[in-house]
């Protein structure tokens, strides 16, 4: 079940909503832990048992940590082991399999697996360092591990950042009708942009003869499709937090205004960034260490991000690049970035970045070669084709260029919004219904698109 799905919007989130709001706040949690487990089993019911099974385990192991005296260390270090020794199965066994030319049999890789490890795994780490206390409740455990609004795409949230809600919270109306909009921000991202510009990647990418112009469309669509596909269900997400009384994390920033490959990475995936700096980068020795040493650090975090994102070596190599680029960055060419005009740094980001996409949008090397010569050496330069997709196009390239930025947010600070900030929000309440109706009328005409990140 998807965000983005006639079920989900007219089924279950309704369903959910009222058992929630009806039920005492004794009993919220239990609600949110059997509609979550309801919500991740719809796919392959058999997938529950594992988060059951990793929940257990990590509720059980973190209370051993807690009441370890002299052996918190090798505690720690078996809880981390086991979960990733799960994640490894399922993830990556299909990989070296194919590498090695191993005769085993292929494994089914569980939606959400790489996000809810890494929680399991922050939390064992905070109780390992006394920043909290082991969870005994293990209602409030599983519902922290399992809750569905990011569950299976992120934020990847710290139990610290909602422990407090765990135990008591609340919903006035200014909470749920701000939850309400930024899902509706999330819907509009992901259905009218984002599977928009899916459908002109894959047109691009599938067809026989392309020009160079229209490969290099092919591969800005793809970049600003996993931006709002993943920036979207990140809205989602964090909306139905607020509208049950969470706060989740931010996870996007405006990635494509970066002027740096460093601060885009402040930007983008901004939990996953932060997870891996905490728990790997700075244990590591982070920047406190000698040059040989960083540069080893930002080349083993950058190529474990890879491997997170995907059991594919593209996503290896995309890692690695931009571990390259880092450290560039830190030690060769920073300082002279810093000096050029604002507009010349974006533009270096975004093309680093819309190369970087590139690589990650294919898992077939031979795809990925085909692809980058139809952008680098193609005779083609530009041809009708690229004019019919900008023609068709056009709109929702329009909009993602706008909404890739903050404009519209800037606009509301603006002292013209403040004076007609009534007529605005009139306005602004007629074109979220528009929207909602145009949203549900292109999920009910198309085809099943979940999120691109269900497979990392």
């Known amino acids: 079940m998807v965000f983005s799905s006639i079920e989900f919007l007219f089924l279950f989130f309704p369903i959910f909503l009222i058992c929630y709001y009806l039920c005492p706040n004794k009993g919220k949690n239990i609600i949110l832990l059997a509609f979550s487990l309801l ?13 059951l099974g990793a929940s257990l385990l990590a509720y059980i192991n973190g209370i051993i940590i807690e009441r370890q005296e002299g052996g918190k260390k090798i505690a720690v270090f078996l809880s981390v082991a086991e979960n990733l020794a799960l994640l490894f199965y399922f993830k990556y066994l299909n990989l070296f399999s194919d590498i090695f030319s191993l005769d085993l049999k292929k494994v089914a890789l569980p939606i959400g697996i790489s996000f809810y490890t890494f929680q399991i795994i922050s939390y064992l780490a905070d109780v390992y360092r ?16 399992s809750m569905f609004p990011q569950l299976i795409a992120g934020p990847i949230v710290r139990y610290s950042e909602i422990a407090a809600s765990l135990d008591n919270r609340k919903v006035n109306y200014a909470d749920y009708g ?14 009218l942009l984002a599977d928009r510009l899916g459908a002109l990647f894959k047109l691009i990418s599938e067809s026989a003869n392309i020009s160079s112009a229209s490969a290099v469309l092919g591969a800005v669509c793809f970049t600003a499709q996993i931006y709002f596909d993943f920036s979207g269900y990140a809205d989602m997400a964090i909306g ?9 994390p931010e996870n996007f ?33 982070g920047n406190r260490c000698k040059k040989a040493r960083h540069i080893f650090n930002l080349a083993l975090v950058w190529t474990l991000t890879g491997a997170w ?47 970087g996409f590139t690589i990650f949008a294919f ?17 083609s330069i530009i041809d009708t084709g690229f004019l019919f997709y900008l023609q068709n196009y056009s709109v929702t390239l329009f909009f993602a260029i706008i909404f890739s930025t903050p404009i519209a947010k800037k606009f509301k600070e603006t002292k013209y919004f403040i004076k007609h900030e009534k007529a605005f929000n009139v306005l602004s309440s007629a074109a979220y219904i528009l929207l909602f109706i145009l949203c549900v009328i292109y999920v009910v005409s198309s085809s099943y698109s979940p999120f691109l990140y269900f497979r990392f």
Do not use: C
């Open 253 to 285: 920033n405006y990635p494509y205004i970066s002027q740096s490959v460093t601060e885009f990475w402040r930007r983008w995936h901004i939990t996953l960034s932060g997870w891996f700096k905490d728990y790997v980068y700075i244990p590591l020795g």
């Open 363 to 379: 898992d077939d090397f031979s795809a990925l070669k085909g692809y980058l010569s139809n952008v680098f050496f193609n005779k």
């Open 130 to 145: 006394g920043d909290i206390k082991a969870e005994k409740d293990p209602i409030k455990f599983f519902t922290y591990v």
């Open 39 to 51: 919500f991740y089993g719809a796919g392959e019911p058999k997938n529950i048992f594992l988060l």
């Open 240 to 248: 139905i937090g607020k509208m049950i009384g969470f706060s989740f």
């Open 309 to 355: 994102h995907g059991a594919a070596l593209n996503f290896v190599l995309w890692g690695m690049y931009y571990g390259i680029l880092l450290t560039a960055e830190k030690y060769l060419w920073g300082k002279f970035l810093k000096k050029l005009p604002s507009p010349v740094k974006i533009a270096y980001t975004l093309a680093i970045t819309v190369f």
């Open 178 to 191: 701000e939850g309400l909009m930024r899902f509706l921000r999330g819907l509009f991202k992901k259905v």
